[in-house]
């Protein structure tokens, strides 16, 4: 998948017609992949390369920087997961170039004269321009002048309840990993690259690989069992904790996790940690000592969520 981040780099491409998306898309959920499936059979019908137009900063951040909502995928995360749906194009601007943009410059400007659309894929509840004053409606009637269709793609429901980010960011912030799941089509997982931390696990007998989170909230917290891919074929047991550990005085939030029976030096290796299920929310202990014993209660309770 080829990825653009300004429009005259993608006109460059030589591609003058293709099958639009646009959206978010955080999490990548049920919902994005049904939307992902009709973009990718239009595509294929009419013979036109497949695109997703998506922004960094997401529009809630971008709108409320100083209460953003949990991010589900970093834009890496979300980068690998459009790749593995057989995406040809992923074109994110920054959202701050095209936020104020009128309904009309949004679809003539940017869809048809910038990426060439002949067919756009959306969901049905599908907003855009500034101020979201842009509706299906507008994109219908666009579409009759411009020369472009639009699929419009019902909502996803799982026990009565319609898939969305904002329901599995709700999920997991209730430790409620089964319902995101559910929502997801795959375990929730968080990615990135080990780095080195003070070495206090090592010390206390539960060696960890330290991952930056890299996102200004998190919507998972506490301790988990987890599977870590991307070390070996498979996925490896381990135990997992995504807080601030104010036992030892910590305070920016930090992804750890301990991996059984595992000893290799991992330091600066891309990793994928899958959240299987939530243990326990994080605490801050009278005395180390304390969270140790803790800590070996954890693991013998990870090990029975990973074997039932």
Known sequence: MQLYRYLPFLKRSGKTARAVTVGAYDGLHLGHQ??????????????????????????????????????????????????????????????????????????????????????????????????????????????????????????????????????????????????????????????????RGLGLGKKLGFPTANVNLNRRLTPVDGIFAARVGGLTAGLLDGIASVGTRPTVGGVKPLLEVCIFDFDRDIYGEYITVHFIERLREERKFSDVDSMVIQMHKDVVDAHAALTA
Do not use: W
């Open 34 to 195: 049904e939307i992902l499936r009709r973009l990718s059979e239009q595509g294929r019908n009419a013979g036109l390369s497949t695109l997703v137009l998506s922004f960094e900063p997401t529009p809630r951040e971008f709108f409320s920087p100083a209460n953003p909502p949990a991010r589900l995928t970093r834009f890496r995360e979300r980068f690998d997961l459009l790749a593995e749906y057989g995406i040809d194009e992923f074109f994110c601007p920054r959202f701050s170039s095209i936020h104020n943009l009128s309904p009309e410059a949004f679809i003539r400007g940017l869809l048809v004269e910038g990426l060439g659309a002949k067919h756009i894929v959306v969901g049905d509840d599908f907003r855009f321009a500034s101020q979201r004053l842009g509706t299906l409606e507008d994109l219908d009637a666009a579409g009759k002048s411009c020369g472009f269709e639009v699929t419009a793609v019902a909502a996803v429901y799982q026990d009565n309840c319609r898939v969305s980010s904002t329901a599995i960011r709700a999920a997991l912030q209730d430790g409620d990993l089964k319902t995101a799941r559910s929502m997801l089509g795959r375990d929730y997982s968080m990615s990135g690259q080990v780095i």
